[in-house]
């Protein structure tokens, strides 16, 4: 998917280094997406401008969608007064969502990189509200019937691969030096986008960046990376290699 068709961020603080220092972190995640910063007010003082994020979201918007980011009350109703001065083609595109700046800006932006409409990207931001635990839940879904296929080919290769009647996985030990650190562990939320099947990895699902991340798996982690669907297998093979690999961190 070229950039023109994705998400583009707008990231609107009270301060300009913060609103710079965010798309700097995002951008090492979603190279492709329009991060906008929208920071401090027209002369660089602490505050909020309205034709800055009114420009911001302009710029951010290719057609596909603006997700607008916000660190303060002011913040948001200062998005949500440009939000009222644009045209009604861009303004029905355009979502301030409620979601921690930070976790909300990353993950939104890593959804954005995979190339997802702009309900699945407010979802991803909206993800960072403390809803975790309940996504976790929702991932652990496959673990009984993965478990069982891994259980049925418990030493059957030396590559961790196995294979049942429900599900498919395959344990594999992290050797990139920071683990599963937002770089790689946005690499993984994108790849695992990429396929259509329910990925998991240790029962977290794995198109969550914030799910991942909350893991905390460092160097030597070992990793079970499975799917209970019986066409997953091929997700699960190249979540495997990516990780075997290092994340070309190696």
Do not use: W
Not at 81 to 87: G, H, I, K, P
Not at 125 to 150: F, K, L, M
Not at 222 to 249: N, Q
């Amino acid at each position: 998917m070229s950039a023109a068709h994705r998400i583009g961020i707008v990231f609107v603080s009270h301060s300009r280094d913060i609103a710079a220092g965010l798309v700097e972190l995002a951008r090492q995640m979603a190279p492709s997406v329009a991060l906008v910063a929208a920071g401090g007010t027209d002369d660089g003082r602490i505050g909020t401008s309205f034709d800055r994020v009114t420009a911001g979201i302009s710029e951010a918007d290719s057609g596909a969608g603006v997700v607008v980011l916000c660190d303060l009350g002011s913040a948001i109703l200062t998005a949500e007064t440009a939000l009222e001065f644009l045209d009604d083609d861009l303004r029905d595109r355009v979502r301030i969502v409620d979601a921690p700046l930070v976790e909300g800006g990353v993950a939104a932006a890593v959804a954005a990189e995979a190339g997802d409409p702009l309900d699945v990207v407010v979802a991803a931001a909206e993800s960072a509200r403390g809803s975790h635990d309940a996504e976790v839940g929702a991932g652990s879904g496959p673990e009984t019937p993965v478990a069982t296929a891994s259980a049925a080919a418990a030493g059957a290769s030396a590559a961790g691969a196995g294979a049942g009647a429900s599900g498919y996985a395959r344990t594999v030990t992290l050797i990139n030096p920071d683990g599963l650190h937002a770089r790689p562990a946005a690499e993984l939320v994108k790849l695992a986008s990429t396929f259509p099947q329910k990925i998991t990895v240790n029962g977290t699902d794995a198109k969550s960046l914030l799910g991942i991340m909350s893991l905390g798996l460092t160097k030597g982690a070992e990793v079970e990376i499975a799917s209970a669907d019986s066409e997953g297998s091929a997700a699960v093979d190249a979540l495997a290699e990516l990780a075997l690999s290092g994340f070309g961190e190696a």
